[in-house]
């Protein structure tokens, strides 16, 4: 299963990984904040805002790009459904402590 671009365009994806710290922090709240299903979005809104101060860069960066994926299948592996081979698992792992 693919990534989608719902969310992101990426030149706004290619800009933010690049970007320092403060941006991608930023970023990261931001990209949690405009998701589709509203469920998801106070879910990761609240769970990145408690996450940021721990997460180093390369973890938000990888965040960012999980975020790429569909909102109905975050949901799905937030839930308990397995997440196909090539997502994030270590990524995922990160936010199922907070949900």
Do not use: Y
């Not at 990261?28 to 299903?37: F, K, M, N, Q, V």
């Not at 809104?45 to 860069?57: R, W």
């Amino acid at each position: 299963m693919g990534k989608t671009l719902l969310n992101h365009t990426w030149a706004a994806k290619s800009w933010c990984l690049m970007a320092n710290s403060e941006q991608l922090r930023k970023q990261l709240l931001w990209a949690a904040s405009r998701r589709a299903t509203a469920e998801l979005e106070q879910m990761l809104a609240n769970t990145f805002e408690e996450m940021l101060l721990t997460l180093n860069d390369e973890q938000c960066q990888r965040l960012l790009l999980f975020l790429d994926h569909s909102d109905w299948d975050i949901l799905d592996w937030l839930g308990g459904k397995p997440a196909p081979e090539g997502v994030d698992q270590e990524a995922l792992s990160w936010i199922l402590p907070h949900k």
